[in-house]
């Protein structure tokens, strides 16, 4: 069994910042691209953020400058630090990661349980 926990989720008034976690536990082989979508009340889930095991990263339009996503490959673990947080930032955040259990299994995706982030004055 792989788990993907979330942490870091909170309340922040507009122009905060916080950091939110996601570390992987479990029968690990090795862990390609996590990432973080996002999903606003009434709104479909949206993608935020994905970094490759090299440290490649992507962002969407409406996070770039203001988030920055990293990991710790040592430690199965990946970081989304949110800095000058908006309204439109309010969601429940769900990380992801491509794990690989073994030498002779593929890669699935498995997510997390979702955090909440709330921007409000």
């Known amino acids: 069994q792989v788990q993907l926990v979330e942490s870091g989720g909170g309340m922040v008034q507009p122009g905060g910042c916080l950091r939110l976690s996601c570390a992987a536990s479990g029968n690990i082989f090795q862990i390609n691209t996590m990432g973080w979508y996002r999903q606003a009340p009434g709104k479909e889930r949206e993608f935020v953020a994905s970094i490759t095991s090299d440290g490649s990263t992507i962002y969407a339009d409406s996070v770039t400058g203001r988030f920055t996503i990293s990991r710790d490959n040592a430690k199965n673990t990946m970081y989304l630090q949110m800095n000058s947080l908006k309204f439109e930032d309010t969601a429940v955040y769900y990380c992801?990661?491509?794990?690989?259990?073994?030498?002779?299994?593929?890669?699935?995706?498995?997510w997390g349980q979702g955090t909440q982030v709330t921007v409000s004055a």
């Open positions: 992801y990661a491509d794990v690989i259990r073994s030498w002779f299994s593929g890669a699935s995706t498995l």
